[in-house]
């Protein structure tokens, strides 16, 4: 009788431990983050704000640091189990001039995975603003990654006047968390960490460091919602559910905007469209092809 | 098995349902427009002058804008209320204006020669036209608006009516809520239907509009029937005058606000094809307002505004692209708009 209490301690015991693990991963990411959110609250940088990685992520309103599953320029920390790529295109409010492209491969390895981003903005021939991005994601626990991405700049500016910089480069880091549960991840992202000053032309403007936080939540199978949360922004937030085997939608609000999409599963690719609705300006487009 | 497809099918209408109320949530949220856009607002006060020419549903200037002659009849809407307008000048006259509320339907009358009040003798032939309401001003008085009940009785009615014909475009303006004209509802596919002539003490006489074509006033033979749902939605429809646009806009794509001297605000110039009142806002590519200027063209030309790359609070904007949203809106309501796209290099 006691040796079979003994068994079942014993294989209760690793869960135990698991859960344990778990608590534990959670309160370390949860310190960090309060440290860290002490040290960063300045705004972002004005330029790369609507560089897209992914045409799903603008249509569930844009959220992404606390998502485990899409490229993204937001959270390094994703880590991927097979290979995947994505490719797109937007064209912004319908000024045939003004539109941009991306480029994504996720890469994983034995203990890591690796993503690259390129993409671009293009205002006729006269303004380009470009980021290569190169990030590296580690699992440090079982439910926590760490990750860590290099993202290099280059602003291309017609010669307009005397004294404009033609090609601007410069590179910054960005350092991230998430912290992956069953039924919610959590996620922050510390981004320009080491950015310098840039000047285009006479006046050095700061590329100031930023820090988000995201929150996704997992009820059902299928079903995902999510918050991004940037002190002195508004929340990007929304919605995205498998309605059907082969079709997502997604519905949500970016910066006060509302946004819709949907992602619809090919043999051996999926189509991947977004729409952001602005009251003003009109429809920026978003359209993108996958490898899952 | 069982279990099985109740875990299936469970969990599909689960995630619909979740997906159904966030949409719910969300379009509860979001700011509305206006219920069916843009529509003209007519302030009531006898001068005909702000009425577009889209709204000139009779054009009786032929007459020249002589004394007691009707030169225009105007019509137009808004979500609340019908307003109607008449080009006019009397001396020693009055004028009555004849609508039918519900043109093709059973209500109203066609002999009015009985009725107690404003018996100008009127007889209505034309197919379909059976006034229900009517308007009565004398000798340019503000006059008062009435409700034809039956054949012998009218009773007046709330409805802010003004004339002027000290101003440039002399009339009458009136004002009816569409709930007063229609009091069940606004019925999908409504059509009205006017009529207006001078009077003297006894009898319609002189002009009308539009002008009879087979009999002489008092019988009148003839209407003007406006269509206000053309798109049997059940609501007003959106007023619209066809050549309302931005013809072009002119401004560098590039602007370095620096204080150098050197291309350091930007020249926004706008060509409108009609008067227009005109918003210029920019935004940040990611869609946040950060400046905005409003400008007025009395007639079709242009506009120039200048943005010096600061924000609402003065400050100058960072480097990058931001978007110039240019909005002008006609006298009747109809509004048009643009972008642009501006890169901002200091």
């Given amino acids: 009788m006691k040796d079979k209490k003994q068994k079942i301690k014993a294989k209760q015991c690793p869960k135990k431990l698991e859960m344990r693990y778990s608590v534990f991963s959670a309160v370390c990411a949860l310190f960090l983050i309060f440290n860290l959110s002490f040290l960063i609250s300045a705004k972002a940088f004005a330029a790369f704000e609507m560089h897209p990685a992914s045409a799903r992520l603008p249509g569930r309103g844009g959220w992404s640091i606390a998502d485990d599953s899409l490229s993204s320029l937001d959270n390094s920390a994703l880590s991927f189990d097979q290979f995947n790529w994505e490719a797109g295109r937007v064209n912004f409010y319908g000024i045939s001039e003004l539109n941009g492209g991306f480029l994504s491969l996720q890469i994983p390895s034995e203990n890591n995975s ?20 190169f ?97 002195g922004r ?58 899952i | 098995m069982d279990g099985k497809l109740y875990a299936v099918f469970g969990n599909r209408i689960m995630r619909l349902c979740f997906f159904s109320s966030f949409v719910f949530c969300l379009l509860f949220l979001m700011p509305q427009d206006a219920a069916g856009g843009p529509y003209h607002r007519i302030s009531v006060d006898g001068n005909l002058d702000e009425w577009a020419a889209g709204e000139k ?17 105007y019509v137009t809407w808004d979500a609340d209320n019908l307003y109607m307008g008449i080009n006019y000048k009397v001396d020693g ?60 009785t009218a009773s007046w009615i709330s409805a802010p009516c003004a004339t002027d014909f000290s ?36 009898s319609l006489a002189i002009d009308a509009a539009p002008n009879n074509i087979l009999v002489s006033l008092p019988d009148v033979d003839t209407c003007t029937i406006v269509d206000c749902d053309s798109d049997n939605d059940g609501r007003p429809d959106r007023l619209s005058s066809s050549d309302f646009t931005i013809s072009s806009i002119r401004m560098p794509k590039l602007f370095s606000p620096n204080s150098d001297g050197l291309n350091d605000s930007l020249a926004i110039t706008v060509a409108i094809s009609q008067s227009a009142d005109v918003q210029i806002k920019a935004y940040s590519i990611e869609g946040k307002k950060v400046w905005q200027a409003t400008g007025r063209l009395s007639e079709a030309g242009e506009l120039t505004v200048t943005w010096a790359g600061r924000d609402f609070s003065g400050d100058f904007l960072k480097n990058g692209i931001y978007i110039v949203n240019i909005r002008a809106a006609n006298a009747s309501g109809e509004e048009v708009y643009e972008n642009k796209a501006v890169a901002i290099i200091k």
């Fill in chain 1, 234 to 291: 508004p929340i990007n937030g929304g919605l995205e559910v498998e309605v059907a085997d082969a079709l997502k939608c997604a519905i949500g609000l970016r910066q006060n905007i509302f946004t819709l999409g949907f992602s619809l599963r090919l043999p051996r690719c999926r189509l991947n469209f977004s729409a952001l609705l602005h009251n003003d300006l009109g429809e920026t487009y978003f359209i993108s092809v996958s490898g």
């Fill in chain 2, 93 to 152: 006259y009055g004028i009555l204006l004849y609508l039918d509320s519900d043109y093709g339907g059973l209500s109203g009358q066609s002999d009015l020669t009985q009725i107690d009040t404003w018996n100008k003798g009127a007889k209505f032939s034309a197919d379909g036209f059976k006034p229900d309401f009517m308007y009565g001003s004398w000798d340019g008085d503000d006059g008062n608006f009435y409700e034809i009940r039956s054949s012998v």
């Fill in chain 2, 57 to 73: 549903i009779v054009n009786d200037s032929g007459d020249g804008e002589v004394m007691n002659k009707i030169d225009g009849l």
């Fill in chain 1, 114 to 133: 690796i993503n690259f981003i390129y993409s671009t903005l293009k205002f006729s021939s006269v303004y380009r603003e470009s980021i290569y991005s």
């Fill in chain 1, 135 to 231: 990030a590296l994601a580690r699992p440090m626990t079982k439910n926590l990654n760490a990750g860590l991405r290099l993202n290099a700049y280059q602003i291309d500016i017609t010669d307009f006047e005397d004294g404009i910089e033609p090609r601007t480069l410069y590179s910054d880091y960005d350092f991230a968390l998430l912290f992956k549960d069953k039924y919610f991840n959590f996620g922050v992202s510390l981004q320009s960490l080491s950015s310098k000053s840039v000047r285009l032309k006479r006046v050095e403007e700061s590329a100031d460091a930023a820090i988000s936080y995201g929150v996704m939540f997992k009820p059902v199978k299928g079903a995902v919602f999510g918050l991004d949360y940037e002190p």
């Fill in chain 2, 167 to 202: 101003s440039d475009v002399p009339g009458t303006e009136i004002a009816v809520r569409w709930d007063t004209l229609l009091p069940s509802g606004f019925p999908p596919g409504t059509r009205i239907a006017v009529f207006a002539a001078l009077c003297d003490g006894l």
